[in-house]
């Protein structure tokens, strides 16, 4: 109950990552608070990721993706390993699975991927 998918996504399991308004959970400073891709875009930013193409596993380069439903984002989800994604279930369990085993009414589908070089 310490983080969500979103923080998963972001290696991080110590704290709930969310662009509350009330500023109750954990969000990049200097980030807009605000459900959109741009501040989700922003908030993996701080943390070294960009944009890019796909979810295809590149040596040397972690990758997330992010689901939205209605316009609004979801989900998180981290590339483990070659076609292994790992997500956080709410509350719930971590998960391995593959990319398009969340995809559908629940979360949405995936808007777009991020990465980040390996240190």
């Known amino acids: 109950k310490k983080y969500n998918c979103i923080a998963w996504a972001a290696a991080s399991n110590n704290q709930w ?3 509350d308004s009330m500023g109750i959970y954990y969000w990049p400073k200097n980030v807009q ?6 501040a989700f875009v922003a ?3 701080t943390i070294g990721y960009v944009e890019c193409e796909n979810g ?7 990758k ?11 989900h998180a989800a981290r590339l483990k390993e070659k076609d292994i994604w790992t997500s956080k279930l709410g509350e ?3 998960i391995d699975h593959a990319f398009d085993l969340l ?6 589908r995936p808007e777009f991927f991020m990465k980040r070089k390996i240190k």
């Open 17 to 19: 990552w969310w662009p």
């Open 33 to 38: 608070r605000e459900e959109t891709k741009e």
């Open 43 to 45: 908030a993996y930013g």
């Open 56 to 62: 295809d596993y590149e040596e040397s380069f972690e």
């Open 64 to 74: 997330i993706t992010v689901y939205f439903k209605d316009g609004k984002p979801t």
């Open 92 to 94: 719930g369990h971590d």
């Open 103 to 108: 995809d559908g009414p629940a979360y949405g």
